[in-house]
């Protein structure tokens, strides 16, 4: 436990520069900077790594990396998307928090492996803390003649800037990320072009979830297969999970990919209150729930949990217990879907204020018997249909909630209340 | 009028971004010019602020409001934004929310009369694990209970 990204998390001060250094921390960067480590070679590393990337989508990020147009002089960019905004995870904050040199490690030697001289981490705005402990963390790293033009005289250059949001989920998708770091609305753009050819400012662009950066210095400072080994077969590494909701200790647990959900539950503490697991939603909101029975028997791995029905998404594990009414719930999360579209796709705009209005009539008492055919059928419609996956992530829950807890909804429907008696 | 210390944060965030690319700063000098406006922007402050960094007014409009964390009209002094979603619902946050709707007499998004204090419920703020939570300011106060929430609201009363 605790190797990577939170490895340094016990001692004092763990986000100054010299506990960072005092573990190892900018070895690798010493070593780029003293031009005994090339791209080709990092690049595959990462690839022997199994990393994949921690934002959601689970893309390997040293084929992420090997896209980039390396060898053209135009200006190129990396971004670090801490926008951090998907409900239920928590992780990047403590990265930010706890790690911030970790972070600057990792988008340095990207930006060295893309030639890309400038990089931009995106951090939301609600997360002063974190950007204040980033800001201090750049600073030493200025001071210390780690980051500039030229640094230590070396034919390498990287500068290393924060932007801000100002709330908006949507900026976490990493073209509106791209767009409101130009200062627009953050609206997605069609793909293709991608980022890689057309990013911020039109230049070729390589966005990364803060964790994926964060773990690059420790994966090639012991090697790609070293951290590929503490995992599991298509799932390398270890992996930060968010474990929230009804658990006694919530917290997030780096911990290898692929051990069973239910150690993970055992080091949360398990439920509270001496309740009984009810559903599970292991990868953020946007990914489907499960039942109790399928989560027990899931292991926390990309394909594991996909085999049990859903996704790792970014390893936001959100547990519920038999107090937990799930009509409640998926209204909640519909709503927030509906708040939270960018309005630029019709199936999206329409579709996530029709699930919201179908959903808040049921807890209204004024559901209808067609509602629950009506609400897979605005679901279905989405899904697919939008530029990009924002749809998709309202209409997953919304799917899975309706098929593992069918009856709930039903007898919503039919009562006009919860079926759950001391429903939260 | 944007202030000359408003213009020297400003271009800090400035020299950010790459020549001719000042416009990115807007998302900021948004946030600068309204803290400095007493918690909102005006039709009139959004176009300074355009015309400072060289851009349409219209687009400065546009993110002003885009994103959340903007107000457009007479805000409290202080905001307690209180998250209600998912991880923060399972753990109790509706009570906090009706708790903090009796003791400060208004509902969410309102403000209080002698315009201390506006409730307001958020999504997500990335703090799951500390939920219930909510945020003033720039700080973030978790693992709350109704007791924490009542000391919270008597300090803000108070004037901090
Ligand atoms: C609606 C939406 C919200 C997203 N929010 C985030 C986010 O907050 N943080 C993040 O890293 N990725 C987020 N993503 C995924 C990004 O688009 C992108 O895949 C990711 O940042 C790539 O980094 P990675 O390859 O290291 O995972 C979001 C995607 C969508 C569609
Ligand atoms: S759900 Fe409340 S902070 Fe994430």
Redo the contacts with the bound molecule.
């Keep these: 436990m605790n190797e990577v990204c939170f490895k340094n998390i016990d001692k004092k001060e763990p986000w100054s520069l010299s506990t960072y250094e005092a573990s190892g921390g900018y070895s690798v960067w010493r070593k780029i900077l003293k031009g005994e480590l090339s791209p080709e070679n990092i690049i595959d590393e990462l690839k022997a790594s199994g990393l ?8 390997p ?1 040293g084929l ?1 990396w090997s896209f980039m147009p390396r060898n053209s002089d135009i200006q190129k960019y990396v971004v670090c ?6 409900p239920g ?1 928590c992780k ?1 904050r403590d990265i930010l928090r706890f790690n911030p040199h970790s972070v600057i490690e990792g988008m340095a030697i990207g930006g060295y492996v893309m030639k890309a001289s400038v990089g931009y981490n995106y951090i ?1 705005g609600e997360f002063m803390e974190p950007f204040y402990r980033f800001e201090a963390a750049l600073k030493e790293a200025y001071k210390t003649g780690l980051l500039g033009k030229n640094i230590s005289g070396s034919s390498v250059s990287f500068d290393l800037y924060t932007h801000l949001g100002a709330g908006a ?9 791209i767009e409101s770091l130009e200062g627009k609305k953050g609206q ?1 753009r069609f793909k293709p072009p991608f980022p890689a050819n057309v990013g911020l400012y039109g230049k070729p662009t390589t ?7 964060a773990s690059v210095p420790e994966i090639l400072a012991k090697g790609g297969k070293w951290f590929h080994d503490l995992g599991v077969k298509n799932s390398g590494g270890c992996k930060l999970f968010s474990v929230t909701g009804h658990v006694k200790r919530p917290a997030n647990f780096e911990v290898p990919m692929g051990i069973p959900f239910k150690d993970l539950l055992d080091m949360a503490g398990g439920i509270r209150d001496g309740r009984k697991l009810k559903a599970v939603i292991p990868g953020g909101s ?1 990914t489907p729930v499960l039942t109790a029975d399928e989560a027990l028997a899931m292991n926390m791995d990309y394909d594991s949990i996909e085999n049990a029905g859903s996704m790792l998404g ?1 390893g936001s594990v959100i547990v519920m217990d038999d107090s937990t009414c799930m009509v409640k719930t998926l209204t909640r999360l519909a709503h927030f879907y509906y708040d ?1 579209s960018c309005g630029q796709c019709t199936p999206c705009r329409e579709g996530t204020g029709w699930l919201y209005r179908i959903l808040k009539r049921i807890m209204d008492g004024d559901g209808k018997s067609g509602d629950l055919d009506l609400l897979n059928n605005v679901g279905s419609n989405i899904l697919g249909n939008t530029i ?3 749809g998709d ?1 309202a209409a997953m829950p919304v799917e899975s909630f309706l098929r593992n807890f069918s009856e709930e909804f039903e007898y919503y429907i039919e009562n006009g209340k919860s079926m759950v008696k001391d429903n939260v | 009028m944007i202030s000359n210390k408003a213009k020297k944060e400003i271009n800090s965030w400035v020299e950010k971004y790459p020549e001719g690319r000042q416009s990115s700063a807007v998302m900021e000098a948004l946030k600068i010019v309204q803290s400095e406006n007493g918690n909102s922007l005006t039709t009139e402050l959004i176009q300074e602020v355009a015309d400072y960094l060289d851009m349409p007014g219209i687009a400065a409009q546009e993110v002003a409001t885009f994103y959340e964390n903007y107000n457009h009209s007479p805000m409290a002094k202080n905001v307690i934004r209180v998250c209600h979603n998912i991880s923060c619902m399972l753990n109790g946050s509706d009570e906090l929310i009706t708790h903090l709707e009796s003791k400060t007499g208004v509902k969410t998004g309102e403000v209080t009369q002698d315009g201390n204090i506006c409730v307001k419920k958020v999504e997500c703020l990335g703090a799951c694990v500390g939920a219930p939570m909510l945020q003033i300011d720039d700080k973030y106060y978790e693992h709350l209970t109704l007791e924490k929430v009542d000391a919270i609201i008597d300090g803000l009363k108070e004037g901090k």
């Design positions: 994949r990337g921690r934002g959601g989508a689970g893309f990020t992420k998307n801490s926008d951090e905004g998907e995870t990047d939301r989920y949507i900026c976490g998708e990493e073209t509106a990320l997605p966005v990364n979830n803060t964790e994926s950066f946007s970014a939270e990009c996956a924002l992530a």
